[in-house]
């Protein structure tokens, strides 16, 4: 077993978040990760959230027809800040101490988020869910979570899938698809077979030596486990 991660960044896809619906909120599987997440807090590890919002709308998809790609862009992190107050509210009524922080302005619905707000919310405790990606047109909220991870001097960064690994190719398509255990960010990177995190997201994590836990996170106890730093899933480093 290796040492606990202090501080660990848990990146959710709008997608997971959508649970057994097509589109929107599954609340009881919502529900269920925070009985998951409260586990981790619970043992002294401070966690950030950081969710997408393609269970809402998809920025890159909805470009085009006359709307304009940053348009498209900054309609998906209002999506990302639906998923982000949502997930607030159900955590808090589950006992999970938590404060959602945007980086876009709106300030009605969230506080922004400011760096010493978020290290003074982690260190007492508290679940810091991130709303609006990184704030900015062409990046994605992998990207967002790599760069939001670096500033807040998270440990590792755990990347939810759904499937419990990188494999060499698509375990949906191919029955001799081998997992992956270990994996270094140039052949990730390199990889155009490799699909689970965007390049730039991983040139990112590259450059600052930031490892990346793929793990599928709709287990029982297996963010607890790769925040304790059991082997789960596939870790890129």
Same mark, same amino acid.
């Given at each position: ?10 990146k959710l896809s709008g997608e997971q978040l959508a649970g057994k619906f097509e589109s929107g909120i599954d609340a009881e599987l919502c ?10 807090? @619970? ?5 950030? $959230? ?5 269970? =809402? ?31 607030? @509210?159900? =955590? ?11 980086? %876009?302005?709106? *300030?009605? $619905? ?16 508290? $679940?810091?869910? #991130?709303?609006?990606g990184i704030g900015r047109p062409y990046l994605t909220t992998d990207t967002a979570a790599v760069a939001l991870a670096l500033e807040i001097?998270?440990?590792?960064v755990l990347k939810a899938t759904k499937v419990n690994g990188v494999y060499d190719k698509d375990p949906s398509k191919h029955d001799d698809?081998?997992?992956? @255990? *270990?994996?270094? =960010?140039?052949?990730? $990177?390199? @990889? ?30 297996? %963010? ?7 082997? #789960? ?5």
């Amino acid at each position: 077993m290796d040492q606990p991660y202090k501080r660990i960044l848990l990146k959710l896809s709008g997608e997971q978040l959508a649970g057994k619906f097509e589109s929107g909120i599954d609340a009881e599987l919502c529900k269920w990760l925070a009985q998951e997440i409260k586990k981790v807090s @619970d043992d002294g590890t401070q966690v950030v $959230v950081m969710v997408g919002g393609g269970n =809402f709308a998809r920025g890159a998809q909805l470009a085009g027809n006359g709307i304009k790609r940053v348009t498209g862009d900054h309609i998906g992190m209002l999506a990302t800040m639906m998923n982000a107050l949502a997930l607030t @509210d159900i =955590f808090e009524s589950e006992g999970v101490k938590t404060r959602c922080l945007s980086n %876009i302005f709106a *300030q009605q $619905v969230a506080e922004p988020f400011v760096h010493r707000l978020a290290e003074k919310h982690l260190e007492k405790g508290r $679940v810091v869910i #991130t709303a609006g990606g990184i704030g900015r047109p062409y990046l994605t909220t992998d990207t967002a979570a790599v760069a939001l991870a670096l500033e807040i001097d998270c440990q590792v960064v755990l990347k939810a899938t759904k499937v419990n690994g990188v494999y060499d190719k698509d375990p949906s398509k191919h029955d001799d698809a081998k997992k992956l @255990d *270990q994996l270094s =960010f140039q052949q990730a $990177v390199a @990889d155009d077979g490799i699909k689970v995190m965007d390049k730039a997201a991983m040139g990112l994590a590259l450059e600052h030596k930031m490892p990346i836990i793929v793990f599928d996170a709709m287990q029982e106890d297996n %963010i607890a486990k790769a925040a304790k730093g059991h082997t #789960t899933g596939t870790i890129i480093s």
